[in-house]
């Protein structure tokens, strides 16, 4: 039996954008055995993948809140003699890292595909190039189709366990909030400052969601997002109060809450592509990252940017322009757009 690596740790997003590639590597290789080197937290949003035998928790930093794995974190050589020990066939190095492909290849991986990106190609097998301008999701295509695989199809999807939907449906039922009230995510935060939308402008819209659509609004996210819910201003009194279960709930509940709400609104991050992997509606704010590459996939999103000469900077550098990219997104657009996904569900 064939054995394969697909190695992509960390950030929410990368690992909900692996799915197409996924399905469409199990299509090629039905009976091979395809474990993947994910991140802990993060690789959790695509745990119930049926296209992936085994999940290996890549655990050598606590930089970033998601990626912080449970007892002592393991050393890089950890993992080299965890792989050697495997003996893969062939591994798909989607990470453009240079210690990703270093990884592998001290791993003793005959076959090693991946972008030559970080002048890594000297310990690659197969080397592809890497497109900036195409959709992260599309570039983890073209490793399949470098080798001459045929890709089959391309659209997003996830899994949601029964045991997810009950905690929940207790979690609604214990903040009272009401089955058929239309519901929805609001998200103010992002993995950088410079993503961010205004705190006063999340407010109004808020406001409007509660007081003049009568919609239920959720805050989830890390424990550490907890506070600045908490912290938001209101200019009126809300006739329906928000929920902020930041810190209550895993990534795999979160994906259930965002199969049960109609839509979130927010900053570009992995929560957008969580929604669009269940299928729930995305109003998305974009700023400087490129927008092509990153935005929301899925039928019905609506994804609000500027057009300002200095996009996409991409983060690279401080910002020159004081976010101008996400200050030229205004309160009445992102209203219209509220507006317009609750008429399509009405009409629906």
């Keep these: 039996m064939k054995k394969i690596l697909v190695v ?52 050598t930093t606590r930089k970033h809140k998601y990626e912080n794995g449970k007892g002592k974190k393991k050393s890089f050589l950890h993992y080299v003699f965890q ?17 990703s492909a270093l ?49 089959k199809d391309f659209y997003l999807e996830n899994w949601v366990q029964d045991e997810n939907y009950k905690k929940v449906q207790k979690l609604f039922e214990d903040n009272n909030i009401k089955n058929n009230r239309t519901k929805a995510v609001v998200n103010v935060t992002a993995t950088t400052d410079k993503k961010v939308w205004d705190i006063n402008n999340f ?65 570009d991050s992995g929560n957008l592509h969580m929604a669009s992997s269940v299928g729930t509606k995305v109003i998305g ?14 039928e019905g999103n609506i994804l609000l940017k500027a057009d300002l000469p200095c996009m996409p900077c991409s983060l690279h550098g401080q910002c020159k322009n004081n976010k101008a990219c996400m200050q030229a997104i205004k309160v009445e657009d992102v209203k219209l757009a509220i507006d317009n996904i609750l008429t399509n569900k009405v009409s629906a």
């Excluded at 050697?84 to 066939?89: G, L």
């Design 203 to 267: 407010a109004q819209i808020i406001e409007y969601l509660s007081n003049e659509k009568g919609v239920q609004v959720i805050y989830i996210g890390a424990p550490s997002d907890k506070k600045i819910y908490e912290n938001i201003k209101f200019n009126k009194e809300l006739k329906i109060r928000p929920v902020n279960l930041c810190g209550e709930v895993s990534l795999k509940d979160s994906l259930a809450i965002f199969k049960e709400v109609d839509f979130i609104v927010g900053n």
């Design 285 to 298: 704010l974009y700023g400087p990252m490129p927008f092509e590459k990153w935005k929301a996939l899925g």
């Design 83 to 99: 792989l050697r020990k495997e003996k893969y066939d062939k591994a798909y190095v989607l990470k453009r890292s240079l210690s």
């Design 8 to 59: 992509r740790y960390r950030f929410i997003g990368d690992m909900i954008l692996t799915i197409p590639f996924l399905r469409n590597l199990r299509y090629t290789y039905p009976d091979a055995q395809i474990d993947m080197l994910v991140a802990p937290n993060s690789g959790e949003v695509i745990e119930n993948c049926p296209y992936v035998n085994n999940f290996i928790y890549f655990d």
């Design 103 to 151: 990884l592998c290849y001290l791993a003793g991986i005959k076959e090693r595909i991946g972008y030559n990106t970080e002048n890594r190609g000297f310990l690659l097998t197969k080397k592809v190039k890497y497109d900036n301008l195409k959709h992260e999701s599309l570039c983890f295509l073209d490793v399949l189709e470098a080798e001459g695989h045929n890709v």
